[in-house]
């Protein structure tokens, strides 16, 4: 099993590019989260998905949509980049919702200039 | 959601047991401890939790004090290679799909030789 895999593993945008993170999990889990780390901040959560086909926000969705397009993926979607989106962005799936174990990706650093 | 406090760093010599303290005193009753460690620039990986007993599994070793206000984590014979943040997070286990894990900054853990 490869677990959680996320593309790309780095990225550089200029301000106003948009670009799409992908994320995979290969464990039949239900549940996907995105959350994004920032020097001197905990891990903060973007969007989740409870289940295939649902959605919803978390604590700094703006600026960001998601797409659960089956069960194995989860994308992020940044329509227009801004530095302040400069940051590491996490990908995790779980078997059923927050309460439950989270499984994590390598993650993805994404530079705005 | 409980909110948990951890001293910001420790060390630890190699070949000895790493005690990791977490305070939680306002955990509620049916509120789980979970422990997940973050190795440098990597995806945070999960390590155990429990409610009420100690649990131990091939990583560590969760206390949880008779009035489940605080824990510690063990790692007993600790390896350069478990130099990294450490994070407690109470969190609802059998909760809605609008509950999250709230992720502190942690303790940083260097394992020195």
């Known amino acids: 099993n490869a677990g959680v895999t996320q593309t790309p593993k780095f990225q550089v945008l200029k301000t106003g590019q948009s670009m799409t993170l992908q994320c995979a999990q290969d464990?039949?889990?239900?549940?996907m989260y995105w959350y994004r780390q920032d020097p001197g901040m905990g891990l903060r959560l973007i969007y989740y998905s409870a289940s295939e086909g649902t959605t919803d926000k978390g604590e700094v969705p703006n600026g960001y949509n998601v797409s659960r397009l089956n069960k194995r993926e989860f994308s992020l979607r940044l329509e227009s980049a801004a530095p302040s989106q400069t940051s590491v962005y996490f990908c995790a799936s779980s078997e059923r919702g927050h309460g439950d174990t989270q499984y994590f990706g390598p993650g993805t650093r994404l530079t705005v200039l | 959601d409980a909110k948990t406090t951890q001293p910001p760093s420790m060390d630890c010599a190699e070949g000895r047991a790493a005690n990791l303290p977490c305070n939680h005193s306002?955990?509620?009753?049916?509120?789980?401890v979970y422990w997940y460690r973050q190795i440098h620039s990597q995806g945070p990986q999960y390590i155990i939790h429990g409610l009420k007993n100690n649990e131990t599994n091939e990583m560590a070793s969760l206390i949880i004090t008779e009035d489940r206000k605080s824990s510690t984590l063990i790692l007993p014979h600790a390896t350069l290679r478990d130099t990294a943040v450490y994070y407690c997070i109470v969190r609802g286990f059998n909760a809605g799909n609008n509950r999250k894990l709230i992720w502190g900054l942690g303790t940083s853990l260097a394992v020195n030789p």
């Open positions: 464990m039949n889990h239900n549940s």
């Open positions: 306002t955990i509620s009753g049916n509120e789980y």
